[in-house]
């Protein structure tokens, strides 16, 4: 069964963010082994200059890069990243599976972003949008769609 992992940066502070994750970490270890790693976000000062966010970004890489199990084919959630659809992230999944990876590991950083570390180290780099939303809508959104990748390529109406 493949695993999928997401490493991301900061806690779900209220309720329903935590409820609509569980919901979709439920469903989706139905399809997959679903493995949450929810690292602290770093301390920053509330009026942060680029050198500290830049530190900041340093030591969140350092901690999500030790998480990302070995030959596991990582995305990196970015702005930058490519945008796709369901299907072709259905694709994307079921194609690594084909491949031989074991391992799909899905990252979300900080609000200040990932570390060009991190997203080097990436084997492909995702945008969800070309609009911004909140860091905690963005956890949920993912899962949705990775749930939804997984409903179509197991050929279920879930996906219309």
Same mark, same amino acid.
């Given at each position: 069964?493949?695993? @999928? /992992?997401? @490493?991301?940066?900061?806690?779900? +502070? $209220? =309720?329903?963010? =935590? *409820? +609509?994750?569980? $919901?979709?970490?439920? #469903?989706?270890?139905?399809?997959?082994?679903? $493995?949450?790693? $929810?690292? /602290? *976000?770093? #301390?920053?000062a509330k009026n942060p200059t680029e050198g500290d966010i830049a530190r900041v970004l340093d030591d969140e890489a350092d901690r999500i890069l030790a998480q990302i199990p070995q030959r596991a084919f990582t995305v990196a959630l970015c702005i930058e990243g490519k945008q796709l659809s369901s299907e072709e992230l259905a694709?994307? @999944?079921?194609?690594?599976?084909? *491949?031989?990876?074991?391992d799909i590991?899905? @990252?979300?950083?900080?609000?200040?972003?990932?570390?060009? =570390?991190?997203k080097s180290a990436a084997n492909a780099r995702l945008s969800m949008s070309r609009l911004t939303f909140p860091h905690q809508l963005a956890r949920v959104m993912l899962l949705e769609a990775v749930y939804r990748a997984g409903e179509i390529n197991k050929g279920t109406k879930y996906h219309k």
């Open positions: 069964m493949l695993k @999928i /992992k997401f @490493i991301t940066v900061g806690s779900l +502070a $209220e =309720r329903h963010w =935590r *409820e +609509a994750c569980d $919901e979709y970490k439920k #469903r989706l270890s139905q399809s997959f082994k679903v $493995e949450d790693c $929810e690292l /602290k *976000e770093t #301390r920053i694709h994307l @999944i079921d194609s690594k599976t084909t *491949e031989g990876f074991s590991c899905f @990252i979300i950083g900080s609000s200040h972003g990932l570390s060009d =570390r991190v």
